[in-house]
Structure formats: structure tokens, C-alpha cells
């Protein structure tokens, strides 16, 4: 199923995922997490940056991803097979790990608006601009929807096989959420696409 389409009460949608004493359930969580601030400078949590837990190296899971965001402030929804989504008020956000041993932590935007297939060629056209002229993430256009609309996407992936310390976790996420929402407002406004 297409991490879009997740709805509450799907097959793997009651099954809470701890590790270390942490949980992430996968029910819905309410209201909508404030609009990023691509601008602001990101500070990593007192109680993140100084404790001693948070210094050691560990494998990045999902429950500590879940824990990063709750840091942040940013509500998700958990679908219980291993992702974790953000919705804002243009696009969603989902969090996730993937490779052969989930080393690899994925963030991968979509706005909620899609391009019409006529305008394909703007569409590559908008993503190689911004591709070329920004950093973090890449963004890309995405196989044509059931409708036959073009989605687009920003993805941030990094490997972490080493594993990392919590406040490299939650500034990692802190930066595709942010980068994510820079790149819907461009996409509306200086990208003339959306």
C-alpha cells in the first residue's frame, strides 16, 4: 500500500513498536504540526544535547525516530509496518528506514497537490532547478497517480548502518522537515508548478 494512502485501522494499525522503553503507537495523533520555519536556526533540545544517554551511538530505530520527532513538536501518524508520516497543511512528510538491515533513514515529502500530465515537461523542468540550486534534498517526479497526475517529491536519505547519537537524530529530522516545507513553498511560489 502507498505510504499515502494509510488509514487508521489498517491490518497493522494496533500494534505498538517499543524499543529501549520507548513506544510508538499507531494511532493517530491530534492536530496538525506547526508549519516548519525553514529560516529558523535549529537548536537541539537541552535535554537532548547534554545528557549522557544521548551522547552514545546507537542503531537509529523507528521508536527513537518517533522520540526525535516528539522532541520536535512534529505529530505523525504510525502505520505500524514501519513508517511513520507528518502531515502539513501543502504536504506530508514520511519517516521511515529502509535498505537490507533498515540502515538507512528516508524522509520523503509529497505535496498534497499534483501536476497534470501536459505539464510534464515543466514538471522535470522545476525539479532539475531545484536539484541544481539547493542542498539536503533531492527531489524528483513521481509515476503518474491512478488519475494519471504527475506526484512530486523531495527525498532526503542517509545512511546510518554506524548507527548515531540522539541530538544527530533529531537535527537530521529537523532538517528534512524544515528543507520538505522550503521546498512545497518554492514549489508554490518561486517554482510557478504548484
Known amino acids: 500500500m502507498p ?6 485501522g489498517s491490518a ?12 510508538v503507537r499507531s494511532t493517530v495523533r491530534v492536530g496538525v504540526p506547526a508549519q ?8 537541539v533540545p537541552a535535554d537532548v544535547a547534554k545528557s549522557e544517554e544521548s ?23 504510525a502505520d ?11 504536504h506530508a512528510v514520511l519517516f521511515t528506514l529502509e535498505g537490507p538491515d533498515d540502515e538507512i533513514l528516508v524522509m520523503r515529502a509529497r505535496p498534497h497537490a499534483t ?25 524528483y517526479v513521481g509515476d503518474p ?12 536519505q542517509v545512511p546510518l548502518a554506524a548507527g548515531a547519537h540522539d541530538a544527530l537524530v533529531v537535527e537530521m529530522l529537523d532538517c528534512g522537515a524544515a528543507v520538505a516545507t ?13
Open 36 to 43: 516548519r520555519e525553514p529560516s529558523r536556526v535549529s537548536i
Open 3 to 8: 505510504w499515502w494512502s494509510w488509514r487508521p
Open 115 to 139: 501536476v497534470p500530465p501536459d505539464w510534464a515537461d515543466r514538471a522535470y523542468r522545476v525539479v532539475n532547478e531545484w536539484n541544481h540550486t539547493r542542498r539536503f534534498c533531492k527531489a
Open 12 to 23: 497493522a494499525g494496533n500494534a505498538p513498536e517499543t524499543d529501549g522503553g520507548s513506544t
Open 145 to 156: 497517480t491512478e488519475r494519471g497526475q504527475l506526484p512530486i517529491y523531495a527525498e532526503l
Open 55 to 77: 551522547e552514545q551511538i546507537a542503531p537509529v530505530t523507528l521508536a527513537r525516530i518517533g522520540k526525535a520527532l516528539d522532541m520536535l513538536d512534529i505529530r505523525f501518524l
Open 182 to 194: 522550503s521546498f512545497v513553498d518554492w514549489l508554490h511560489d518561486e517554482g510557478a508548478l504548484l
Open 80 to 90: 505500524g509496518g514501519g513508517s511513520l508520516l507528518a502531515m502539513w497543511e501543502r
